[in-house]
């Protein structure tokens, strides 16, 4: 059983930086695509981000120029680096596969970006 570890989030200024972290316990490489949502309070979960194991990504428009998306088999991780960020990017982010895998979900990790 796949397990994903998310990490890296926290309160941050707007226009900050954050780098997340997606650790999966199993073999990585097993999934074609990856990808990180988010769920803001009273929304519903979205995908932001994607990345196939090849390294093609593709981006929501809303963080299209701002985040990257990145994977290292080898490490069994998924990262997520967002610059920029703005009050409307506070939310809870997931990794999961592509699509997601409903016994997949962690934990999340919160960010925040407020003054």
């Known amino acids: 059983q796949v397990q994903f570890m998310e990490s890296g989030g926290g309160l941050v200024q707007p226009g900050g930086s954050l780098r997340l972290s997606c650790a999966a316990s199993?073999?990585?490489?097993?999934?074609?695509?990856m990808g990180w949502y988010r769920q803001a309070l009273g929304k519903q979960r979205e995908l932001v981000a994607l990345?196939?194991?090849?390294?093609?990504?593709n981006y929501a428009g809303s963080v299209k120029g701002r985040f990257t998306i990145s994977r290292d088999n080898a490490k069994n991780t998924v990262y997520l680096q967002m610059n920029s960020l703005k009050p409307e990017d506070t939310a809870v982010y997931y990794c999961n596969a592509i699509p997601a895998v409903r016994d997949y979900w962690g934990q999340g990790t919160q960010v925040t970006v407020s003054s």
């Open positions: 990345i196939t194991r090849d390294g093609i990504t």
């Open positions: 199993g073999n990585l490489f097993s999934f074609a695509s």
